[in-house]
């Protein structure tokens, strides 16, 4: 018996900035790199049954945008703080003290310590790609081995497959009634979750409103619906990470949807209401992130940009009897 070993260098990353060398953060090139990567895993029925990464940020990241692209999450990735700047030895003490259960395992990290692996598990069955890389970023080398991670030898590995994103798809396949369509995002990003908080006083139901990532016009916590999470737990993400909500009540049903366009093809958003119950105080709220506004529910019409959406802020005033 045999099982995989999957090998992916992190993405391009970004050297234009000041940051240390761990905290880098890879490029919207290197996001897509890992995409298509992640796609093509999940098409080829190659997901991997355990991830481990390099914690630094790049890697990381391309860990987590491989994964979620081939339906996985966030939270199935394991980190291990010595596969960062690991040389071929540490890398092969990781994969021994891995569990002998899973029969494939995606590790991410870094040049050179992940060529000089790839190299030595190769031996003679090493074939030199044209331009003389053998894993430049965002690259995945699949290799079949030995069925026990503590006794990999020179050469006891075969290549089955070596990818670059470069060589792939540039858009990713979106399934619809009408058949599979291709857009310039994986399929996950197109389902959102918004989230409609509210509060009532004694004039009536107020809403909060943040303002958009550009900071040019106001909106609610809305955001992509993450594999794995139900549209009601992204919704309370969002409430969280956009608004600052550490606690509310949450509605169990949708209040209804809309869709907008983004990335080149319509977006699907399923909307919640959301009372709100405790917020992070104004003087602990990064205001450089998102402002915050509460807005009575009869002039909230004239700050959202989609009639739909204030629709149904005004239906949620009507549900709750002001």
């Given at each position: 018996?045999?099982?995989?070993?999957?090998?992916?260098?992190?993405?391009?990353?970004?050297?234009?900035?000041?940051?240390?060398?761990?905290?880098?953060?890879?490029?919207?090139?290197?996001?897509?790199?890992?995409?298509?990567?992640?796609?093509?895993?999940?098409?080829?029925?190659?997901?991997?049954?355990?991830?481990?990464?390099?914690?630094?940020?790049?890697?990381?990241?391309?860990?987590?945008?491989?994964?979620?692209?081939?339906?996985?999450?966030?939270?199935?990735?394991?980190?291990?703080?010595?596969?960062?700047?690991?040389?071929?030895?540490?890398?092969?003490?990781?994969?021994?003290?891995?569990?002998p259960e899973p029969p494939s395992l995606l590790l991410v990290g870094h040049n050179p310590?992940?060529?000089?692996?790839?190299?030595?598990?190769?031996?003679?069955?090493?074939?030199?790609?044209?331009?003389?890389?053998?894993?430049?970023?965002?690259t995945l080398a699949r290799l079949q081995l030995p069925d026990d991670w503590t006794r990999?030898?020179?050469?006891?590995?075969?290549?089955?497959?070596?990818?670059?994103?470069?060589?792939?798809?540039?858009?990713?396949?979106?399934?619809?009634?009408?058949?599979?369509?291709?857009?310039?995002?994986?399929?996950?990003?197109?389902?959102?979750?918004?989230?409609?908080?509210?509060?009532?006083?004694?004039?009536?139901?107020?809403?909060?409103?943040?303002?958009?990532?550009?900071?040019?016009?106001?909106?609610?916590?809305?955001?992509?619906?993450?594999?794995?999470?139900?549209?009601?737990?992204?919704?309370?993400?969002?409430?969280?990470?956009?608004?600052?909500?550490?606690?509310?009540?949450?509605?169990?049903?949708?209040?209804?949807?809309?869709?907008?366009?983004?990335?080149?093809?319509?977006?699907?958003?399923?909307?919640?209401?959301?009372?709100?119950?405790?917020?992070?105080?104004?003087?602990?709220?990064?205001?450089?992130?998102?402002?915050?506004?509460?807005?009575s529910s009869d002039k909230v019409a004239g700050f959202l940009k989609q009639p739909e959406?204030?629709?149904?802020?005004?239906?949620?005033?009507?549900?709750?009897?002001?």
């Open positions: 018996m045999s099982r995989e070993l999957l090998l992916l260098r992190h993405g391009k990353s970004d050297w234009n900035n000041d940051l240390e060398d761990f905290y880098r953060p890879i490029k919207d090139r290197g996001k897509r790199g890992a995409q298509r990567v992640g796609v093509w895993l999940q098409q080829q029925g190659h997901i991997p049954a355990y991830v481990l990464s390099s914690p630094a940020v790049r890697a990381l990241e391309t860990a987590r945008k491989c994964i979620k692209a081939m339906g996985g999450t966030a939270a199935d990735i394991r980190q291990d703080s010595r596969i960062y700047e690991a040389s071929r030895e540490q890398l092969l003490q990781v994969l021994a003290e891995c569990p310590g992940l060529e000089e692996l790839l190299v030595w598990l190769l031996g003679d069955d090493l074939r030199l790609p044209e331009d003389g890389k053998l894993l430049p970023t965002a990999l030898g020179p050469g006891s590995a075969s290549l089955l497959d070596c990818i670059r994103p470069q060589g792939l798809p540039k858009k990713f396949p979106f399934v619809t009634e009408a058949g599979t369509e291709y857009r310039d995002r994986p399929a996950y990003y197109y389902r959102q979750s918004a989230v409609i908080p509210y509060r009532i006083c004694k004039d009536g139901v107020e809403i909060l409103l943040v303002s958009s990532s550009s900071g040019r016009h106001w909106v609610v916590p809305k955001g992509i619906q993450e594999p794995g999470m139900s549209p009601q737990d992204s919704a309370a993400k969002e409430a969280r990470e956009e608004a600052g909500i550490l606690s509310g009540e949450l509605g169990q049903q949708a209040l209804g949807d809309y869709s907008y366009s983004k990335w080149g093809s319509p977006c699907q958003v399923q909307v919640y209401s959301m009372q709100v119950k405790q917020m992070v105080p104004d003087s602990d709220w990064d205001s450089g992130y998102r402002r915050r506004k509460w807005v959406l204030a629709e149904l802020a005004l239906r949620l005033a009507r549900q709750v009897g002001v």
